[in-house]
């Protein structure tokens, strides 16, 4: 007999100060799904924010959750998915705020999905620098994440155990605004895993600024297959960072870079590797150890 609990819960307080969605969810059994959408419209402030909690147990899960702030720049977006069983779907969006998702999944053929995207109207918080953060793990064969944050001081780790698995990351910005002290890491644990991360944005004047960012892509296992690009145009990018570790055997690593002070490291242990590195400004460094 399928067993299937519902709890669910919704606060909403109103001050002079904040006011604040709160959603519980929690399931145990199969074919489960939660949906959940919380938001501001129109009359937010700075500190108005969302949070959200969602706890499955069983096969075949869908979770989705959006968040949003239509008011201005929210800054308390969060929320949290777990799932335990086979082909769970997990899938966040949230705009106009600060973000923070977390999506882990344990099983057979999970798909991560995340989207953030801030406030472009509208000065962001903390000195024009916008925290936005997402961490997806998973554990099992054909597994998928796919990370997309645009917005300043944006963090998107991804980290996977298992076979099969596929990592999408691209951390950017929308016309009129720049790519600001931004990161991306990637972790992979087994065989034929893929990993692609992509860093740009659309600056001032038509230009592209990239500054503090950091990309690595740790892999171990074979077939791997890694890919960064970081990029600018005519305003100067400065202390870029590309890494790439891979072990195993049949590995392939691409990197590309276009600004100042770029550094690019790749990593290759095991046999047929194969790495492309590629650089456009002053002051590159570029250091590739095949074994």
């Not at 720049?73 to 082909?87: K, R």
């Not at 960064?228 to 691409?254: F, H, M, R």
């Not at 276009?258 to 456009?280: C, E, L, Y």
């Amino acid at each position: 007999m399928k067993r299937f609990s519902l709890f669910f819960a919704l606060v909403f307080a109103v001050s002079m100060t904040m006011a604040q969605h709160v959603s519980t969810v929690m399931e145990d059994g199969d074919g489960n799904t939660a949906n959940i959408t919380q938001g501001f419209d129109g009359s937010g402030t700075s500190l108005d924010g969302n949070m959200s909690y969602v706890d499955q147990l069983g096969d075949d899960n869908d979770a989705m959750v959006t968040q949003y702030n239509n008011g201005y720049g929210g800054q308390a977006h969060n929320s949290e998915i777990f799932q335990t069983g086979d082909e769970n779907t997990a899938s966040v969006e949230q705009q106009n705020a600060t973000g923070d998702a977390y999506i882990n999944q344990v099983g057979d053929d999970n798909e991560a999905n995340i989207l953030e995207v801030g406030n472009f109207g509208t000065p962001a918080p903390a000195a024009g620098i916008a925290p936005y953060d997402a961490y997806a793990s998973q554990e099992g064969d054909g597994n998928t994440v796919n990370m997309s944050i645009f917005g300043d001081g944006a963090s998107a780790v991804a980290i996977q155990k298992g076979d099969y698995n596929i990592i999408y990351q691209e951390l950017g910005q929308d016309v009129g605004n720049k790519v600001f002290k931004s990161s991306a890491y990637a972790n992979q644990m087994g065989d034929s895993n893929e990993a692609i991360q992509i860093m740009e944005g659309q600056g001032f004047a038509g230009a592209i600024e990239i500054q503090f960012e950091r990309e690595r892509i740790w892999q171990t296992g074979d077939n791997n297959y890694a890919h960064q690009l970081q990029t600018d145009d005519l305003l100067p990018g400065g202390i870029n960072y590309a890494e790439v570790k891979q072990t195993g055997d049949w590995n392939e690593s691409w990197q590309t870079q276009s600004g100042m002070n770029n550094d690019s490291r790749v990593t290759q242990n095991g046999d047929s590797n194969w790495s492309v590195t590629t650089q456009f400004g002053n002051d590159n460094v570029v250091v590739v150890q095949q074994n």
